[in-house]
C-alpha cells in the first residue's frame, strides 16, 4: 500500500478506506468520518481515521476504558467513584465535570465514551436536548439515555433559605448586591437555567454581585459566596440550604458504536442499584421513574 500523508483530502481517503468518493463526503458531512473544514474543503487526519477504523471493529478495542465529561452531579460521581474501586487496575473509569457543552464537544472529538447534559426544565426536555445534540457533530451516531430528573435551584446557606422558606426575605432580593454570587462555567446547564430565572425576573449575570466562577457543583458548594445555583443533591452533601426553582432531566449521551461495551452497560445498571437510589433519596431531589430509558436516536 502506497504512503498515504499526515492529512488527506476525501479523494485519498476514498483511495485509503476503498469507497466511494461521494461516500466519503456524505460520512463527512453527517459527522461520522473525523475531519475538519480548511477554506471550504474537507481534510481528514489519517491518525483519527485509523483510531476510527479501530472503534469500527467489534464495537470498539477501547473495551477497557470508560471516560465520562459533562454536566456535574454527585450521584454520578459516586457510582463512578465505586466501578473504579471495583475495577482496580483492569480498567480506567473516569468523570471530569466540564459542563454540559464543553462536554459535548469533547465527545464529538472522541475525547471522552460518554457525556452528561442538563439543559432546561424536564417537561421541554425532550425538544431541548435533541435540539442541542444536533448543533454538534457526529449526533448522527449518538442515542440519550435518561439518568434521573433531580431538582435544580439556588444553594444558600441554611439560614437564608429559612428566611426566604417563611417569606422573612422574599427570593428576588438574592438579586441585591449585598449577596455574593459564585456561578458556573459557560456552557454550564446549571447557568443556563440560572440565566432563565434571572429573565424571569427582568435580570441578566452582568447584574449579579458575582464573587467567584466554580468548575463544579462541589467546588461551588466549598466557596465562600453566598449563593449559586446547583443541584439539591449538592446542597443535600455539603449540608446546605436549597430553594428549588425547576425539575430537570439529567440524561446521559451515548455513541451507538460502543454503546453495548461492558462498561458503559456496567454504569447504566448502577444507576437502576437500589442501594445508589436510596443514597440519591437521602441526598434529595432526585427521581428514578424513567432511569434507563433510551429517549431520543438521530435515526
Not at 65 to 93: F, H, Y
Not at 227 to 250: Q, Y
Not at 267 to 290: K, N, P
Request: a negative charge; aromatic letters at 8%.
Amino acid at each position: 500500500m502506497a504512503d498515504f500523508p499526515e492529512f488527506m483530502n476525501a479523494k485519498l481517503v476514498a483511495e485509503y478506506l476503498d469507497l466511494n468518493e461521494k461516500k466519503v463526503y456524505a460520512l463527512a458531512n453527517d459527522g461520522l468520518l473525523p475531519a475538519t473544514k480548511v477554506t471550504g474543503k474537507w481534510l481528514f487526519p489519517k491518525a483519527m481515521l485509523d483510531k476510527w477504523l479501530l472503534e469500527s471493529c467489534h464495537n470498539g478495542v477501547l473495551t477497557d476504558r470508560l471516560l465520562i465529561a459533562g454536566s456535574d452531579d454527585p450521584l454520578l460521581q459516586t457510582v463512578v467513584g465505586k466501578m473504579a474501586n471495583q475495577l482496580g487496575s483492569t480498567a480506567l473509569v473516569g468523570y471530569t465535570s466540564t459542563g454540559t457543552r464543553q462536554g459535548l464537544a469533547m465527545l464529538s472529538k472522541g475525547h471522552v465514551d460518554m457525556c452528561a447534559i442538563h439543559w432546561g426544565n424536564a417537561e421541554e426536555a425532550s425538544l431541548r436536548h435533541p435540539a442541542l445534540l444536533q448543533q454538534y457533530q457526529g449526533h448522527k451516531n449518538w442515542v440519550l439515555v435518561h439518568a434521573f430528573e433531580r431538582q435544580q435551584g439556588l444553594v444558600v446557606s441554611k439560614d437564608l433559605a429559612e428566611a426566604v422558606n417563611s417569606k422573612s426575605i422574599q427570593l428576588p432580593e438574592l438579586l441585591s448586591s449585598r449577596w455574593r454570587w459564585a456561578l458556573r462555567q459557560e456552557g454550564a446547564g446549571s447557568m443556563r437555567a440560572l440565566e432563565e430565572w434571572l429573565h424571569g425576573h427582568a435580570y441578566n449575570l452582568s447584574m449579579l454581585n458575582q464573587s467567584d466562577v466554580c468548575n463544579s457543583e462541589r467546588e461551588l458548594a466549598r466557596g465562600k459566596a453566598d449563593v449559586g445555583c446547583a443541584s439539591e443533591s449538592t446542597a443535600g452533601e455539603f449540608g446546605l440550604g436549597f430553594i428549588p426553582l425547576c425539575t430537570e432531566a439529567f440524561e446521559l449521551v451515548i455513541p451507538k458504536n460502543i454503546y453495548f461495551r461492558t462498561l458503559q452497560q456496567q454504569l447504566l445498571q448502577a444507576i437502576s442499584d437500589e442501594d445508589v437510589q436510596t443514597h440519591g433519596h437521602d441526598l434529595g431531589g432526585y427521581s428514578f421513574a424513567r432511569t434507563g430509558k433510551q429517549v431520543w436516536s438521530a435515526n
